[in-house]
Every structure is written in C-alpha cells, then in structure tokens.
C-alpha cells in the first residue's frame, strides 16, 4: 500500500443503497421515464459505463417501493443473481433489489477509483456472499469492506491511467467483433448474385462422402485415455466455432486400431450434436491423426462439389441454414440436433471458383482474429495486473 494511503471502509466514504422493484403486474408503474437497472443489464456492457436501460419504471412505481434514484457517477455493485456486476451510472437511474449501490462522498472517494479497485477486487468481493438458496451480499457486508484510500488527487492519477489502459484493451476486442462481421458482410454478399438464385442445393447427405459420429462408451472408457497418443476430439475442440487444440485426451496405438472407422482428418467438418449443440469447426490442414467422439458429427466432403470452408460458412451464417436449424442467429445453441437433421439439411452450392475465393479470404480474416484473439488475451492479463497494483499503491 502506498505510504499516502489510509485504509478505510466503504461504509465511511460511500452512501450504500439498496433497490426495489415496484408491483409487475401493475402497469401504471412501469413504461415511465425512470431508468430501472438489474443484474442482468450490467452482464453485457463492455465498458464500465451504464447510460440506459431495457426497462424503465414511472413516477408511481418509483413512490411505489423502496427503490432510490441514483445520481449520475454513482458505482453499481450487484449484490446477489449474481455478486460483482459492476458499472457507473452516466445519468441517473433507480436500480431493483438485486444491487448494492455505492454513491462515493465527492470529497473523499472518485468513482472511477472505486470501480476499478472493485473490479480488481471482484473476486474477493464475490466470497463475501452468503445464503442458502443464492449467495448475497448484504449492505452491512458492503459498508464493512476496507479499501486503501490515497488523496483525490492520486485517486485521480489511478483511475486515469487504468481507464486509458482499459480503452486499449477495449479496441483490440472492438477489432476482433469487426473481423467477425467482416466475414459475415463478405458470405452474405455472395448470395446478392443474380446469379445465386440459379446455384443448385443439395442436402449435406450428397455432398459427403461420409458422415459419421464417433464411439459409444462400450468401445471408449475414460479410463482408457493415456499421457500422450492418438488424439480424441471432443465438444471442446468445436465449442468455439473454429477448431482449438483443447481438451488433451489420448488412446494408445491400439486402441487405435479397433476405432479407425472414427479418424477425423484434416479438412473434416466437425458439429456439435451433445452438450452444446450446433458449434461447428473445420480441421486444420496440418492437424495429426485423431479420432472424434460420439459427441460431435464428422463430414468428410465430397471437395469436387463444395469445400468444408463454404459449408462451415453455410452451417454459422447461412439465414436459410439457420431457419432449417431452427435458431435465428450465429452462435445460437441448436435445439435437439442429430445426424438426422444435419444429413438433411439442404444448402445452396455456388461454383467451386467462388467457394475457393470465399475460403481465402475467410482464411486470411481468420488467421488475422486469432492474431487479435491471442493478443486481447494478454491485454486482459496485463491489465489485470496494472489494476492490482495500481489499486494497491504500487504505481
């Protein structure tokens, strides 16, 4: 801690409030102007900034519970469903019950200060909860957690270079979501073609040459799996919706032999059909020999008719795809999704010049994102540790 600093509880700097939610059956209190914040609001913000909310409540729900309008710079803490969602408050708003809400005294605690050693603190905070049924954090709890406390002025310095540290790291997460749309603009502008109108469609079941699942437990027992060997591939190779290198599970040699039926080779299209259903990756061309479980479906394509790029592209992005799979949206978790349905699901198939030109260019946005991907995943380790020291007087 810095020697400046003093150690104080956030109970003697803040105002802690609680929320409420007004009658939901109530319609007059609900529709209004009052911004209305819940847990679930601050679990996708991507920044530490709330300015608006999905519901909002009216001048009677307000008076109708004991919930309080925050002003604006106040820090919300959620306090249960879950514990440490974390944000400022850009204009004023009223939160449910679900939150502990920290109005710092101006003259003694900076907002962002406090942001940002709770967030650093996150964890630590989360193991305060208590409950039976869900974990909560109580106000008591709250008031008596104790922070290190510099002047305003450093407070200031702090929160200054981890907010300028934080909107680089936000960048690089910003560039990785445009590559992702970028490959989205570039399939769907293939079928605004007059010409793509006239492509022939096929079910999955004639464009490959096999489609297989792998083995059952009778012919696979955990106990089986070995330090080093064949590898076999599972949800977690897939789940991403490009292939990773994850979950190290190996058989031997021969084991090997009495499930070569089920080896998954380079350019195989691999899909999800337990767990989470419909991720879907295609294997690398310099992956080594593997076999693949009885939760995943794996195409070996027919390439002088489509290529497993275009047919990954087609399975992720395709809105007619997508409407057959029943989900409206990349990413989504398929319900109920078997071989059945995957062998019958029928796709437009443009000619092969255009899938290989589509392929290079999603291969090149590809390599590109995993380049971002790795390097967002060290932004975010040294920020976590530019934090930690920032908020603990080390800067």
């Given amino acids: 801690m810095n020697a400046a600093s003093t150690l104080v509880a956030l109970g003697e700097v803040c105002d802690i409030i609680s929320g409420a939610t007004p009658k939901t059956t109530e319609s007059a209190f609900w529709g209004g102007e009052t911004l209305w914040a819940t847990p679930a609001d601050l679990s996708h913000l991507g920044s530490a900034y709330i300015s608006d909310t999905p519901r909002k409540i009216t001048d009677l729900g307000l008076a109708s519970c004991a919930a309080t309008v925050l002003p604006k710079n106040s820090v919300l ?51 305060l909860g208590n409950g039976a049924t869900f974990k909560e954090i109580t106000k008591a709890t709250v008031s008596g957690i104790v922070l290190p406390l510099p002047s305003l002025d450093e407070q200031r310095r702090i929160a200054g270079i981890l907010d300028r540290a934080d909107a680089l790291r936000q960048k690089r997460k910003k560039a990785t979501d445009l590559l992702d749309s970028l490959t989205q603009s570039i399939f769907l502008e293939m079928f605004e073609d007059s010409a793509a109108a006239a492509w022939p469609r096929f079910e999955v079941n004639e464009l490959a040459s096999d489609i297989r699942t792998g083995p059952f437990g009778s012919q696979l027992l955990h106990s089986e799996f070995v330090g080093d ?24 040699e021969q084991k090997y032999r009495s499930l070569q039926r089920y080896t998954v080779r380079p350019g195989d299209v691999l899909i999800t059909i337990m767990g989470t259903c419909g991720r879907c990756a295609v294997v690398p061309p310099d992956f080594p020999i593997a076999i693949n479980t009885k939760h995943l479906c794996c195409i070996t394509l027919k390439r002088e008719k489509i290529l497993p790029e275009y047919l990954h592209a087609c399975f992720l992005r395709h809105p007619d795809v997508l409407r057959q799979l029943g989900v409206q ?52 380790s040294l920020f976590a540790s530019l934090q930690h020291r920032a908020v603990s007087g080390q800067l």
Avoid: C
């Fill in 229 to 252: 060997g064949i590898a076999v591939l599972g949800i977690d190779n897939a789940v991403a919706n490009t292939f990773r290198n994850a979950g190290r599970r190996f058989i031997t």
């Fill in 329 to 380: 949206t990349k990413g989504a978790v398929m319900p109920g999704l078997n071989m059945g349905i995957i062998k019958s699901l029928v796709i437009p198939v443009p000619p092969l010049n255009l899938q290989r030109k589509l392929a290079a260019l999603f291969n090149t946005i590809v390599a590109h994102a995993r380049r971002t991907a790795e390097a967002a995943l060290i932004s975010d």
């Fill in 77 to 127: 803490l959620s306090s249960r469903a879950p514990i440490g969602h974390i944000a400022i408050n850009t204009v004023p708003m009223a939160t449910n019950q679900g939150f502990k809400s920290l109005i710092p005294h101006k003259n003694k605690l900076d907002s962002k200060y406090l942001y940002h050693w709770l967030d650093a603190n996150r964890a630590r905070i989360q193991s």
